[in-house]
């Protein structure tokens, strides 16, 4: 059987991502791959997809169409998309794409927890 190579380089992505993101306290795992109704590549942080992209060339308006697809068929509140960057290794130094309105509604909860808390 062949591997192809392109998947390899996205499944060990996906992989090093899942270990940044629970090396900071936090659950996540891989997705199953081929759904019919994709829900991004990484699972586990509520309410959030994460789309894993290993590429050379940047394809930012096709990768946050397909994440809005997979939030929608996860019913998620937002996602992310977390990109590879180009020479370099370290997992907490990718980079990470979302829309200003996912943004903003990220940082209203933030805002909204933290006065609730200190209330």
């Not at 894993?52 to 394809?59: A, T």
């Not at 996602?79 to 200003?100: A, L």
């Amino acid at each position: 059987m062949l591997t192809n190579p392109q998947k390899t380089k996205g499944d060990g992505f996906e992989r090093v991502i899942v270990g940044a993101i629970e090396d900071a306290g936090l659950s996540a795992w891989r997705t199953r791959a081929g759904w019919t109704d994709d829900r991004g590549d990484v699972a586990g942080l509520d309410g959030v997809v994460v789309e894993c992209k290993n590429h050379s060339r940047l394809d930012l308006s096709g990768w946050i169409k397909e994440l809005a697809r997979e939030v929608s068929n996860a019913g998620a509140r937002r996602g992310v998309v977390i990109h590879k960057r180009k020479g370099v290794s370290d997992p907490n130094e990718q980079y990470v794409t979302m829309t200003v309105r996912d943004w903003l509604a990220m940082e209203k909860e933030i805002r909204d927890e933290l006065f609730t808390r200190s209330v």
